[in-house]
């Protein structure tokens, strides 16, 4: 089930500086998007999400961008921190076709170095 | 600020015995899920629980899973008769579907070891 792709299997940025994570998808029913954070061993924790009626999507140092014509959304953290340091899950819900499932991407690592 | 909690968090079984795992979650949410995932594989859904009844299930979730809503706090999944392959780690999350917003709030997990 490849329907949402993070490529990118790891990212590293200095402290500050942005942190840019990208997130594919193929199918054209999902109709929103979230971007969960995870520690080692914890919960994935939810960070932002957009609707497919928004291109953009701010919270304070979080914003996400959705091209619906590319399937494309990205996560840009702004200024990156250590403690950003974590898996960071792409995930889509196609809310007129099922309730409830999410379904993730493979996840990026994220490295701030101080 | 509320959160879903799941017990336990580490459960240690061997292949054949069921398993019950726990989750409490948000109060006033009222769509429950469960999530499970594979070391060094994606989190997959399993099943979404609204008004007591299954809303949605995976291909994965087949006759050997089951949950159940026993009271007004908990919500449990079983595993009738795990296999190697039901090793994984199990997230619970709940959502307030009032919201138009969806958010599905997870818990820690239970990491769940077949042998």
């Known amino acids: 089930d490849q329907q949402v792709k993070q490529n990118s299997p790891s990212l590293s940025v200095q402290e500050g500086r942005i942190s840019i994570l990208n997130c594919d998808y193929t199918n054209s029913m999902f109709d929103y998007f979230l971007w969960y954070k995870k520690y080692p061993a914890e919960g994935p924790t939810f960070l932002i999400s957009i609707s497919s009626i928004k291109d953009k999507n701010e919270d304070g140092r979080f914003t996400v961008f959705l091209n619906k014509s590319a399937k494309h959304l990205s996560l840009h953290i702004v200024p990156s921190q250590p403690g950003d340091s974590a898996v960071y899950f792409c995930?889509?819900?196609?809310?007129?076709?099922?309730?409830?499932?999410?379904?993730f991407g493979q996840g990026t690592i994220l490295t701030v170095h101080p | 600020e509320p959160e879903v909690t799941q017990t336990p968090s580490h459960q240690v079984t061997q292949m054949g015995q069921e398993v019950i795992l726990r989750c409490v979650p948000i109060s006033n949410h009222l769509y429950f899920y469960w999530y499970r995932q594979i070391l060094g594989q994606k989190v997959e859904f399993l099943v979404s629980f609204y008004n007591n009844e299954i809303s949605e299930k995976s291909e994965i979730f087949d006759d050997q899973f089951s949950v159940e809503r026993p009271d007004g706090s908990n919500f449990t999944l079983k595993i009738r008769s795990t296999k190697l392959e039901d090793s994984a780690m199990y997230f619970c999350a709940s959502s307030d579907p009032s919201r138009i917003q969806e958010t599905q709030y997870f818990g820690p997990g239970t990491r769940l070891l077949v042998l």
């Open positions: 995930a889509a819900y196609a809310g007129g076709t099922s309730y409830g499932k999410l379904t």
